[in-house]
């Protein structure tokens, strides 16, 4: 089968303006969402001690050498983009990251990942809500299916111009999540969904689909009627150039976007799980915390080894 022709860029504007989303089905072929699951499945293989995985069953995060119950799958990897050219490259090829450019008016910068392997079982939320933009709507997100998506595995719900609903302003004056003021946000967005006849749609995919969302639609991870079905998919967040410029973020050029350099998420180790077999990781501990980093160099403290014995791990520090 031919790949289907996405490159009227104006057309696909359009309808992300009237829409918030768009359903780009067989835009990565099977072949090409195969090789990224190799990809994949050998760094997780080769460098599980880099992985921070988050159990979907728990939500602990730990380091995938370390997760307990990998057979089960109910796992989220995180920011995988970090250590792999493979998904960087499926998050900001030539074509999507051109696309991305023209739907955010401006380049966009990879700056997360999550690949999902079963259902997210996310509430319904918008993303402006936790990764809150510097400048209104300067983030979107892409979501690419690694399989065929069944009813039963908790697929992708959306609902359709829900991205024209007002923003709901918190006590503090923003637009940012704050967890006791939840119900009422619920609530506003119930009645707005009400009043505007919004429907909820699901999303079944096939592999290969993309699907591209606007900072402000409303979107989740349907409800899981079958735990051991799998739902392999990657989740990637991307912000303006603008704003990250602003930041000073360490920006990586990718075609017509940017990835971001970033620390992996910070994960909470037991100092004695370090020894002979694994050691510490000094140097980026010390990039990770600059008070640390600080007092080695004033030498108040002999080094981030020491610190984190003695005081970094009973702080909650992560590595
Ligand atoms: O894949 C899903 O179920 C939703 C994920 C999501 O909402 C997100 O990562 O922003
Ligand atoms: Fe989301």
Same mark, same amino acid.
Request: charged share 25%; net charge neutral.
């Given at each position: ?188 967005? +119930?009645?707005?969904?009400?009043? =505007?006849?919004? #429907? /909820? @749609?699901?999303? &079944?995919?096939?592999?290969? $689909? ?61 100092? +004695?799980?370090?020894?002979?077999? =694994?050691?510490? #990781? /000094? @140097?980026?501990? &010390?990039?990770?915390?600059? $008070? ?28």
């Amino acid at each position: 089968m031919a790949s289907p022709d996405y490159s009227n860029t104006v057309a696909l504007k359009e309808q992300f303006k009237r829409d918030g989303y768009l359903a780009l089905t067989g835009y990565f072929s099977a072949e090409r969402i195969d090789g990224i699951l190799a990809a994949i499945a050998r760094l997780i293989e080769q460098r599980p001690r880099e992985v921070v995985v988050d159990s979907l069953a728990t939500g602990q995060r730990t380091f995938w050498s370390e997760a307990d119950g990998r057979e089960t799958r109910r796992f989220k990897f995180n920011d995988i983009y970090l250590l792999s050219d493979e998904v960087r490259e499926l998050a900001l090829g030539r074509e999507l990251s051109e696309l991305l450019a023209a739907l955010l008016g401006e380049p966009a910068v990879l700056c997360n990942s999550l690949n999902f392997q079963k259902g997210s079982n996310q509430p319904k939320h918008i993303d402006s809500l936790y990764m809150t933009p510097q400048t209104a709507q300067a983030l979107i997100a892409t979501w690419t299916a690694f399989e065929d998506a069944h009813p039963d595995s908790g697929p992708l719900v959306y609902y359709p111009g829900s991205h024209l609903i007002p923003l709901y302003r918190f006590k503090d004056g923003t637009h940012h999540a704050s967890p006791d003021e939840m119900p009422a946000w619920n609530a506003y967005i +119930e009645e707005q969904l009400r009043e =505007r006849n919004i #429907p /909820e @749609k699901v999303f &079944l995919a096939k592999k290969g $689909d993309l699907f591209i969302w606007h900072s402000d639609l409303l979107h989740g991870g349907g409800k899981i009627n079958d735990q051991n079905r799998t739902r392999n998919s990657l989740v990637c967040h991307y912000y303006g150039e603008a704003d990250c410029r602003k930041l000073k973020c360490d920006l990586a050029p990718q075609h017509r976007g940017y990835w971001m350099r970033r620390l992996r998420q910070p994960v909470t180790v037991p100092p +004695e799980a370090f020894g002979a077999g =694994r050691p510490f #990781p /000094e @140097k980026e501990y &010390l990039e990770r915390y600059p $008070d640390v980093k600080a007092a080695v160099l004033a030498g108040t403290c002999p080094s981030g080894w020491v610190h984190y014995q003695a005081a970094g791990f009973k702080e909650g520090r992560g590595i």
